[in-house]
């Protein structure tokens, strides 16, 4: 079955460095991924999600991911992040042997941004 | 416009009492979700509806956990004999319902403490 991996619990780093969420996946057929933010007492956001195409994917906040499919690896990216990007992200897949919507999670990374 | 809500955002209750958690998800969204999310983990899907019906209940864990979307908008997650391993953040999320690879929409999750 489609699972996500999130080898990172935390990452620290300081505002205006370059971060690199990792993600890798597990599947073989076809993969849907998304990644999702979730700010303290806020809900889920969608930041981007890679369903075909352009192995390139850019997202809201000036963050992007790749799917790398010979690495099996969706990893998030921002080339200078702010204090107010500090969050729990979650990588997620799409579980395509239904006919739904069921996504899959990974445990999370929470991003520190400190200055 | 309004997003999905949830109430009440807190719950404590006692073990063994009946607990319903409320979703009212965004206007027109036909499909609604509800996962569960431990502490230190990412979100777990429980089940999912299109319209009125149930049309994946298979992530509830047992029978004590049961939902219901009587006229396709407002859901009810109910748990009966609540033990102290229900406790966790109870997420609600909905989508258009057109498309398996639609964006889901998250609610802020409603915390239930079971003492």
């Known amino acids: 079955a489609q699972s996500v991996t999130q080898l990172d619990s935390q990452v620290p780093v300081f505002e205006e460095a370059p971060v690199e969420l990792r993600c890798n996946y597990s599947?073989?057929?076809?993969?849907?991924l998304f990644w999702y933010v979730q700010y303290p007492n806020q809900g889920l956001q969608l930041l981007l999600k890679?369903?075909?195409?352009?192995?390139l994917v850019k997202g809201i906040n000036g963050f992007e991911a790749e799917f790398n499919k010979s690495q099996t690896s969706f990893h998030l990216r921002k080339p200078s992040v702010h204090i107010s990007d500090t969050a729990e992200y979650f990588c997620?897949?799409?579980?395509?042997?239904?006919?739904?919507?069921?996504?899959?999670f990974g445990t999370g990374t929470r991003l520190l941004v400190s200055p | 416009g309004a997003g999905v809500s949830q109430t009440p955002s807190n719950k404590v209750t006692e073990k063994g009492k009946y607990v319903e958690l409320r979703c009212d998800p965004i206007?027109?969204?036909?499909?609604l979700y509800w996962y569960r999310q431990s502490l230190g983990q990412g979100p777990e899907f429980l089940i999912y509806?299109?319209?009125?019906?149930?049309?994946?209940d298979s992530g509830l864990p047992n029978d004590r956990f049961f939902a219901v979307r009587p006229e396709g908008s407002v859901s009810t997650l109910k748990i009966q004999r609540t033990e102290r391993g229900d406790s966790a953040v109870y997420l609600c999320?909905?989508?258009?319902?057109?498309?398996?690879?639609?964006?889901?929409?998250f609610g802020p999750g409603t915390r239930l403490l079971v003492l």
């Open positions: 999320a909905s989508s258009l319902g057109l498309d398996r690879y639609e964006t889901q929409y």
């Open positions: 599947s073989s057929v076809s993969v849907y």
């Open positions: 890679y369903l075909s195409g352009s192995t």
């Open positions: 997620a897949c799409l579980r395509t042997n239904t006919g739904f919507q069921k996504l899959v």
């Open positions: 206007s027109g969204h036909t499909a």
């Open positions: 509806f299109q319209g009125t019906g149930a049309a994946d």
